[in-house]
């Protein structure tokens, strides 16, 4: 996919987001949102996955470590064909398999449940490494929270892919800078976070803008030819990003739109929409 193809897939994975939490009542739009290029570029462009073969031994994994931003994720594997994306309404409703945090079990595309913060990364470590002993080039990726590697497990088990020079890793951090409670400084601040995944024997990589393409992609490629060390890659995002009233509002990391704010969003997202057709 060149640029402009990728921003309009970004654009409806954001309002299939929208779509899913406001008919579920309930959900995380704010990191959802941040994370959507994210979601979009690894599942579009940089990894080699199959929606025909979702089992296959040979594709590239994904631990989404922040599992509440599980309305992001399955829009991303909806808009990609692993699943339909009219199920997307069926968020966290009783009997569906959208569960609130992802479960590999019922999921076309999951390579791992998650949803207790922490743990992701410790699963993609064993999912590198398996790779490294069994000789298969996949590789392994991992979104964190900015908020959410305030946990010890994180460190725990990037210290062991820095010691195993697990250079078919890659953790990237959506550095949106929010949290549940307000910015990250103000609950536990990580920060120097580059600082600290260098200590650790990581190849570090900073991107000034993590809702942008193109750095995504200059980001993406160096990881890639990165040898002898696992990468992370820190992106700078913007919590609720493409909603007017959700984007950097603390209040927008776990709580539903009503119907008017839902036709608000919707409408912002169309003008972006709109937008891009245009260019």
Known sequence: MNKLELQKTANEVRKSIVTAVHAAKAGHPGGSLSAADIFTYLYFEEMNVDPK?????????????????????????AERGFFPKEDLKTLRHLGSYLQGHPDMKHIPGVDMSSGSLGQGVSAAVGMALSAKLDGKSYRTYALTGDGEIQEGQIWEAAMFAGARHLDNLCVIVDNNNLQIDGTIEEVCSPYPIDKKFEAFNFHVINVADGNDMDQLKAAFDEA????????????????????????????????????????????????????????
């Open 53 to 77: 073969n979702p089992k296959d031994p040979d594709r590239d994994r994904f631990v989404l470590s922040k599992g509440h931003t599980a309305p992001g994720y399955y829009s991303a594997l």
């Open 224 to 279: 890639k030819a990165t040898k002898g060390q696992p990468t992370a890659i820190i992106c700078k995002t913007v919590k609720g990003k493409g909603v007017s009233f959700m984007e950097n509002q603390a209040g927008w990391h776990g709580k539903a739109p009503n119907d008017e704010q839902y036709a608000t969003a919707m409408a912002d997202l169309e003008k972006v929409g709109e937008a891009l057709c245009q260019k």
